[in-house]
């Protein structure tokens, strides 16, 4: 793991031989937090750009378990961009982190772990508010 910003990335353990390979992500060793809710993305098209968003609680975990993509991290101060090509790297984003995601590949499969359930109070929306509470 190595530390930028509010984010981590994380390189999980490949298991492979001539058969394939095979990732397991286990609580306590590579997930820094309990796993409350998973969702994923796909059939994303090639010029949508998602995100657009922070959180003010809300810690995540991003796989492309397929093809690739670019997350943009911003913490009020500082930009990051970080391209996500390998099923075997996660990237971990802390809470209060605006994120877009953009540069999806016709194949992405973007997984995502989350510490907590869907809730829409936690969600900053706007990119000005989100500068704005970040200077408190």
């Known amino acids: 793991m190595y530390n930028t910003m509010d984010m981590q990335l994380i390189k999980f353990q490949s298991h492979g031989d001539e058969r394939g390979s095979l990732v ?3 609580h306590g060793k590579e997930i820094p937090f309990d796993v409350k809710r998973i969702y994923y ?6 010029d949508v750009a998602r995100g657009f968003h922070a ?5 995540q975990i991003l ?8 997350i ?3 913490d009020g101060k500082e930009r990051k961009s970080v391209k996500l090509t ?6 971990f984003i802390d809470s209060f982190v605006w994120r877009e995601m953009h540069d999806f590949s016709e194949d992405c499969t973007l997984l995502v772990l989350a510490n907590s359930h869907y809730d829409e ?12 509470m970040a200077k408190s």
């Open 121 to 132: 109070a936690d969600y900053i929306r706007s990119y000005d508010k989100f500068l704005e």
């Open 24 to 26: 397991a992500i286990e």
């Open 41 to 46: 993305l796909y059939d994303t098209k090639t």
């Open 63 to 70: 796989i492309a378990v397929n093809g690739s993509c670019t």
């Open 86 to 91: 390998n099923p075997d790297e996660g990237l």
């Open 55 to 59: 959180h003010k609680k809300l810690k």
């Open 72 to 74: 943009i991290l911003d």
